[in-house]
């Protein structure tokens, strides 16, 4: 059974198997969700509606160079002063072997908010025998719970460039608004104006729901620039197919539930949808799909965007692995996100 989750991660079928299992067979005391006043999300250049009982987790995000992190601890001006101070005060104590310290250089960014500055960006070598690369850290406070810092890197040939660039991030973030007209991304309570006229590019990130009505079953967005390594999803899964393991062929029922080009509000993708089982078992199964829209390679404002969904999460490997909820009750649920994903009104001009 420790091979089961590899196969859900790496799942792939362009055949039909028949299942014995009760796909509509649904757990005692799990009602269906309710999809009354759902809530809408926001994330990079595009937003989705879900069910308002949704629990949404971000990954760290990434825009032009930056990886951006929220320390939602920091309360206080003073507290974001004082982690700058001792940041800086670090790696003036620390020796570099032919430069004398750690820190390059120090200055204030290029945000300042009722006539004090609020952004503060730092230079350094990563540790005592780097010579070739810098590290380039930039702090923003927005508000009590809302640090943010920026962390980049950069080649000595190319130091200035990437100052210049996390200067341009620092300026271009701010707090989220309830209705946003400008162009830009999205990503927590935060908002990062771009207006598309620079193609800047973003290594974006992720988002990971989850649904209390629902235990175990759980969706994923991956939103980026595309990548020359993409490959479209159909394909992908078939090559994923041909790989897997004769036992594990031998083990495991796939039964492909569609398969085809699907049209997502103007989004021309693909999706998969399959339902998994094991051989010899009368269980549930689970039901796991993806939706790709590959995007663009030569624009990074039409970037690539991934919808997973997974009716059941492995808990231990080495038991059986269904889905508590009815197949109707999952694919009701994955259906209503993702058809729900577009391009944000705010960023709905010529590609």
């Keep these: ?92 104590s620390e020796p570099h072997e032919t430069e004398g310290t750690l820190l390059k250089s120090e200055m204030n960014g290029p945000v300042q908010q009722q006539g004090r500055s609020i952004s503060h960006i730092i230079i350094f070598r990563d540790g005592k025998y780097v010579t070739s690369l810098y590290e380039i850290y930039g702090y923003l406070y927005l508000r009590p719970g809302k640090f943010l810092i920026l962390k980049s890197g950069a080649s000595n040939d190319l130091l200035d460039e990437a100052i210049a660039e996390i200067q341009h991030n620092l300026k271009s973030i701010k707090i989220r608004s309830e209705k946003e007209e400008q162009a830009g991304l999205c990503w927590k309570e935060f908002f990062i104006a771009d207006d598309m006229s620079k193609n800047i590019p973003f290594t974006g990130g992720y988002l990971h729901f989850t649904f209390p009505s629902y235990p175990g079953v759980r969706a994923d967005i991956e939103h980026r620039v595309r990548l020359e390594s993409d490959v479209p999803l159909i394909e992908l899964m078939k090559q994923r197919q041909q790989e897997l393991p004769a036992m594990v062929k031998v083990q495991i029922k796939l039964e492909n539930l569609r398969e085809h080009k699907k049209i997502v509000n103007g989004l021309a993708g693909e999706e998969v949808l399959n339902h998994i089982s ?69 960023n709905k001009k010529e590609k």
Excluded at 24 to 52: A, H, L, S, W, Y
Excluded at 64 to 90: C, F, H, P, R
Excluded at 278 to 293: I, L
């Design 1 to 92: 059974m420790k091979l089961f989750k590899s196969i859900v991660l790496c799942l792939c079928t362009t055949i039909s198997f028949s299942a014995c299992s009760n796909v509509e067979k649904q757990k005692e005391g799990i009602n269906v969700i309710d999809f009354k006043n759902p809530k809408k999300v926001c994330f990079g250049r595009i937003e989705m509606t879900v069910p308002k009982e949704t629990k949404v987790e971000y990954s760290n995000f990434n825009y032009n160079g930056s990886d951006l992190e929220v320390d939602e601890s920091v309360k206080t001006y003073e507290a974001y002063q004082k982690i700058v101070n001792e940041k800086i005060q670090s790696l003036k």
């Design 278 to 346: 094991e051989r010899a078992y009368f269980e549930r199964g689970f039901e796991d799909g993806s939706w790709q829209y590959l995007g663009s390679l030569e624009n990074d404002n039409d970037p690539y965007i991934q919808f997973s969904f997974e009716s059941a999460e492995m808990v231990n490997p080495d038991e059986s692995f269904y889905s508590m909820v009815s197949q109707k009750n999952a694919i009701q649920l994955n259906d209503f996100i993702l058809n729900s994903i577009q391009t944000s009104p705010n």
